[in-house]
């Protein structure tokens, strides 16, 4: 089981403040004081799960004031106290890098990289200085680099490449998929790749669903089509009128 260390809602009755929905995934204020609240959630969620929990840095496009941790520090901490798995998305690493100015190799350098459960890799676009995490874009080079950055500091257990949405298999990616497998030193199988339908705009991402087949009728034994004909053809000679011609006796 995974989930994101963010938060989407603040407010509400227990606050005695109104409710606010971000709409958004944001990012935890890496505060001692946060810390606390989130391990308490941690420990819930873990003695509620029968599975363990892995938990995913997120794409920031802000960072909250007054802050006392680094990224890989707020996650070794995390780590330290509740015993959780990390998902490591390279991705985020990136955008955070773009967006904040973090720099990734140092959070790699920080981070219990031992404590790794797998790595998310995903593409992305840059507007107007500010990069946008899309799933929808092909993977670039920088990101590839962070890639190959963790790599060289341990062995993943597996490397998942997410796409949401322009599914274009035969070009973008079989690239993509090729290129992470090389920064990762190891030679990945395609066969998870054969999806060839590609959705016009606004259509779902998924391939229609043939229409369900009919059973055809199964035809009776040729002896009872027979004596079916048979009855038909006694049924029609019994309705004709019949025509009865009489002879004159010499």
């Known amino acids: 089981?995974?989930?994101?260390?963010?938060?989407?809602?603040?407010?509400?009755?227990?606050?005695a403040s109104p409710g606010l929905e971000a709409g958004?995934?944001?990012?935890?204020p890496r505060t001692w004081d946060a810390l606390d609240v989130l391990?308490?959630?941690v420990r819930i969620a873990?003695?509620?799960l029968p599975v363990p929990l892995a938990l995913e840095n997120i794409a920031a496009l802000i960072t909250w004031p007054d802050e006392e941790l680094t990224e890989g520090q707020f996650l070794a901490e995390l780590v330290e106290r509740t015993g959780v798995r990390l998902l490591i998305d390279v991705a985020n690493l990136h955008t955070n890098h773009v967006n904040l100015?973090?720099?990734p190799a140092k959070a790699l350098d920080e981070l219990p990289v031992e404590a790794i459960a797998y790595v998310h890799v995903a593409g992305g676009v840059e507007k107007n200085g500010v990069w946008h995490d899309t799933h929808a874009h092909p993977v670039t080079a920088p990101v590839?680099?962070?890639l190959a950055e963790l790599r060289?500091?341990?062995?993943?257990?597996?490397?998942?490449?997410?796409?949401?949405d322009a599914f274009r298999l035969r070009g973008s990616w079989r690239a993509n998929w090729t290129r992470s497998g090389r920064r990762c030193g190891r030679r990945l199988p395609r066969?998870?790749?054969?999806l060839r339908w590609n959705p016009r705009p606004g259509r779902s991402p998924f391939p229609p669903r043939p229409p369900p087949r009919r059973p055809s009728p199964r035809r009776p034994p040729r002896a009872l089509r027979l004596r079916a004909v048979r009855l038909r053809a006694h049924r029609l000679s019994a309705s004709r009128p019949r025509v009865v011609r009489l002879r004159r006796r010499p």
């Open 152 to 164: 060289s500091r341990v062995d993943p257990p597996g490397v998942l490449l997410e796409r949401d």
């Open 39 to 41: 391990c308490e959630n």
């Open 46 to 48: 873990q003695d509620s």
């Open 144 to 146: 590839l680099e962070v």
């Open 1 to 15: 089981m995974t989930e994101h260390i963010a938060f989407v809602r603040a407010g509400g009755p227990l606050t």
């Open 101 to 103: 100015g973090q720099d």
């Open 191 to 194: 066969r998870g790749l054969r």
């Open 24 to 28: 958004h995934l944001l990012p935890v």
